[in-house]
Structure formats: structure tokens, C-alpha cells
């Protein structure tokens, strides 16, 4: 199950990025960093995980440390869905 | 009480002289609450009652948002509480002598204000925060009492930072109990402090004078500047956008400084704004506690949760306009955070747009000439929306007549 979410997240940033799969970071780097997500993009993600992954985000988990890097968003999926 | 001047200097010394008195924590607490009052008390007898109303108002409701009043009734019980934030500063409550002695020291340029609001701009945010904050953790962050300390803390009272309650949380416990490492860091903040503020601050603000005199009347007739070479301008909004970065960072190191010598470690709120190469990143150095309150409260929200390519942008402008009219509601301050918010959406779409080609933007961002490039792009985009204020913020036909000037139309 975690693996299909991090493959979804891996396809979904790659569409960010210009679909080279080759250019995006490791699942534990920072997507925040690498200029891929930002404040603007946030709210996308958020409706992604709730429409696509079925979580529910609370408002004081949507900050950019909670999404930092494909990684953190898959463990904060498992987490919400446990 | 001037801000910086001998009383002001007496007085942090004899609360930082107090509170390092072998006392229990509880009076160590009480102490600063009452040098709290006593420093709104100096600006007007009225200005501790009504930042009292203000806070224990804004307590009710954050305990109310804590059991999970949300929505539009919590949107609703928070209204009240934007009247100290914006009441003040409506024309009709102008006090020409403190807007002379007052907000002009507090110096970034916040604007008229009555002396019996003094602080309320930042002293309500930090209470709105603590609200929001509440409904979302469903907890407080403070009790009643620390709560106040907190939100009357009188480095920060006048012009901030907007430190958030669970962050002086962490250092709370060591009020009055400063280490070796706190004093050498707030000897260092002081210094740096007045260095800015006073030094490079004063002399900035003499170049600056052209755009801050622009269109007013000589005694011997005719208008300030309306003779200025093109190139006089520009040094002149150069100095005005330094002057804005060198007095306002001065001042919130000396903030800074003096928390340091209680105990206190409050986040830093400049970080190089200047040298940032993009409008996005210069708000990740230029007052940085209004720039994440801002984030935070205002533009998230706005957001929501939606997959909309629109909204971010129509929630940058938005928040960034209401930012703007925090700082003061008329057309300069509105045009100011209008001109923010669109240079942040245009980034953005830039961003996009670059980011799709993501190979040739690692390139760009590794690449020393395309930061200068963005350095400049972008503090010449801020100095230019300073003359939205600086000049009149109420009497935009000056800000074009200099923005001709400038660009040699006159």
C-alpha cells in the first residue's frame, strides 16, 4: 500500500517537472528545496490527498514541513489512513 | 517614551536588572506583566485598559475555538476583534501629535494611529493567532496569565516581531535566568541593533529625504523636488528601501537583544531580504513573522483545498492587498500589497512555467549571473513600490509624478 503511494506521489511530481522521472529528487529529499513544491502548490497536494488517497488533512497540517519530501507525505498518508 | 533615548534605555535596564533578581518564577512573570502595562501606560493611561479588553476579549474566544467552535460562528466572534486593529487608524481618529512623535519612531511607517491603541496592530494579530491556533489544535497555547505576558511583552508590543505564543513558549522557563551565551548574543543584537537603526538608519534617512519631502510645499513657495534630476531620484528611492530594511531590522534586534537579556530567544525576523533573488524568497527575509502570519492565516486559507490553478493567485493578491491595508487602510498601502501580490503571482506563473523545464531551472539557480540578475530584478521592484507610501500613501498623483521623475517622463 505504501509503495502504490509513493509511486502515485513519484508520478504526480514527475507531471510538476516536466515528465523526465529522471530529474526528480530521491523520495527522501526535499521536494521544498529542489524549487518543486511551494505555498502555491500546497493546496493541490491537499486536494490530492484527500480526493485521491482518501485522507483527511487537518488545517494545521497543511504547512510545508508536513510535505516536505515524498517520503514524509507517504508516512503522513499511512499515518492518516491507520 | 521614545522608542530609543535614554528613558527607554532606563527603563529595559532596571526590568532586565529586576528580573534577574533571585525571585520565585510567578513574581519574575508578574514583574514583567506590570513593566508590560507600564511601558503602554508612558504612551497613554487608557492604552494598557484597552490592549487588557482587547486580549481577555480574544482569551474567550480562543477557549470557545479550543472546544471546537469553528466556521462562521468563530469567523464571526473574531470580527470584533479586528476593530482595535483597524479603528485607530481611520482619518477621523488621527492625532497629529502622534503621528509626529510616535509612529514615525516606530518606523515602519505604520501609519496615524491614536496614542490609547498604541501596539494594538501587532498586539491583535498575535491575539488572532493564538484564536486560530486554538480552534486548530483544539488547545491553548499559553494560560490566561502567560498568555498576557506574551502578548504585552513590551519589546514587541510597538512594532514586533509578531513572536508566536508556542514559540516563546520554549524560552518562557528561563525568564530572568539569561546564560553567558544569551548575553553575548544580545550584546551582539544591541550593537547591530543601533548600528542599523541609528547609525546607517540616520544616515539613509537624509538621503532619503527627497522622496520623503517630495510635493510638499517650501516656505518660500513652489514644491519639494519639483526640480530633482532623474538621477537624484533614484539615489533617493534607493536610500528610502534601504533606509525601510536598516531601521526596521535595527529595531528588531534590539527587540531581539533585549529578550536575549531575559532569558528570552524570540525568532528572527529579517534574514538579508535584499539579496533574495526572487519577490517570493524576499518574503522569506523581509519581516518574517508578518510574512508567515500572512501565509499562514490569510493565504492558505484562501486556498483551501482545491486543485484550482486560479485561486493561489487570487488568494496572493488578497492576502497581500489586506496586508497592505494592515499597514494602513488607504490607497497607497492598498496599491502596495496589490503590487506584492501580483509581483508574487507573476513569479509564480513564471515558476511554473520554468519548473516544466526543470533540467535548464537547476541550471539557472546554480548560475551566479541569473541570481545577481534576480537580486536586482527584485529589489528594484520593491524600492519601486515603496514610493506607493512613502511619498503620501494618500495622494497617489505625487507617487506618479515621481515615478516620472524617475524614469525621466517629468
Known amino acids: 500500500m505504501a509503495a502504490d503511494v509513493r509511486e502515485s506521489l513519484r508520478t504526480y511530481f514527475t507531471g510538476k517537472i516536466g515528465g523526465d522521472r529522471s530529474l526528480l529528487p530521491k523520495d527522501g529529499e526535499s521536494l521544498v528545496e529542489e524549487g518543486i513544491l511551494d505555498s502555491f502548490g500546497l493546496a493541490e497536494l491537499v486536494a490530492l490527498l484527500e480526493q485521491d488517497f482518501g485522507v483527511k488533512v487537518p488545517d494545521s497540517d497543511i504547512q510545508l514541513a508536513t510535505f516536505e519530501s515524498i517520503d514524509r507525505i507517504a508516512d503522513y498518508v499511512t499515518a492518516r489512513r491507520a | ?410
Open chain 2, 1 to 410: 517614551m521614545e522608542l530609543i533615548g535614554t528613558s527607554a534605555a532606563l527603563f529595559v535596564a532596571g526590568v532586565v536588572l529586576a528580573l534577574a533578581l533571585p525571585l520565585p518564577s510567578v513574581a519574575k512573570r508578574t514583574l514583567l506583566l506590570a513593566a508590560n502595562a507600564a511601558f503602554l501606560w508612558f504612551f497613554d493611561p487608557l492604552a494598557p485598559l484597552l490592549f487588557l479588553a482587547t486580549a481577555l476579549a480574544a482569551y474567550g474566544v480562543a477557549r470557545l475555538a479550543a472546544r471546537g467552535v469553528h466556521g462562521v460562528a468563530l469567523g464571526a466572534l473574531c470580527v470584533p476583534l479586528l476593530v482595535p486593529l483597524f479603528l485607530p487608524k481611520l482619518s477621523f481618529f488621527t492625532d497629529a501629535g502622534v503621528v509626529a512623535s510616535g509612529a514615525a519612531s516606530t518606523g515602519n511607517m505604520v501609519g496615524v494611529r491614536v496614542a490609547y491603541f498604541i501596539g494594538a496592530s501587532y498586539y491583535t494579530l498575535r491575539a488572532l493567532h493564538f484564536v486560530l491556533d486554538a480552534g486548530r489544535k483544539r488547545a491553548l497555547h499559553l494560560p490566561l496569565f502567560d498568555y498576557l505576558v506574551w502578548n504585552s511583552f513590551f519589546p514587541t508590543v510597538m512594532a514586533g516581531p509578531i513572536e508566536r505564543a508556542d514559540h516563546f513558549r520554549l524560552s518562557y522557563a528561563s525568564l530572568g535566568r539569561p546564560t553567558r551565551e544569551d548575553l553575548a548574543a544580545g550584546t551582539a543584537k544591541i550593537f547591530t541593533g543601533l548600528l542599523k537603526k541609528v547609525v546607517i538608519g540616520g544616515l539613509l534617512a537624509q538621503w532619503a529625504l527627497p522622496i520623503t519631502t517630495f510635493g510638499a510645499l517650501r516656505p518660500g513657495g513652489g514644491m519639494a523636488g519639483a526640480h530633482m534630476a532623474w538621477h537624484e531620484a533614484w539615489v533617493a528611492l534607493y536610500a528610502v528601501a534601504l533606509y525601510a530594511w536598516m531601521d526596521f531590522a535595527g529595531y528588531s534586534d534590539l527587540a531581539l537583544g533585549v529578550s536575549r537579556f531575559m532569558g528570552l530567544r524570540l525568532a528572527e525576523n529579517f534574514d538579508n531580504p535584499y539579496l533574495r533573488p526572487s519577490i517570493a524568497d524576499f518574503w522569506k527575509g523581509w519581516h518574517l513573522s508578518l510574512s508567515f502570519w500572512i501565509r499562514d492565516y490569510l493565504f492558505l486559507p484562501m486556498c483551501g483545498r482545491s486543485a484550482s490553478k486560479v485561486r493561489p493567485h487570487l488568494a496572493a493578491l488578497g492576502s497581500m492587498v489586506l496586508c497592505g491595508l494592515w499597514h494602513g487602510p488607504n490607497l497607497g498601502w492598498g496599491l502596495w500589497g496589490l503590487a506584492h501580490g501580483a509581483g508574487l503571482s507573476i513569479h509564480h506563473a513564471w515558476t511554473l512555467k520554468l519548473r516544466s523545464h526543470f533540467k535548464l531551472k537547476k541550471k539557472l539557480a546554480q548560475s551566479l549571473a541569473w541570481r545577481v540578475f534576480g537580486m536586482a530584478l527584485t529589489f528594484h521592484f520593491v524600492a519601486l513600490t515603496w514610493t506607493l507610501v512613502s511619498i503620501d500613501a494618500t495622494r497617489m498623483g505625487l507617487t506618479v509624478a515621481y515615478l516620472r521623475l524617475l524614469f525621466g517622463l517629468a
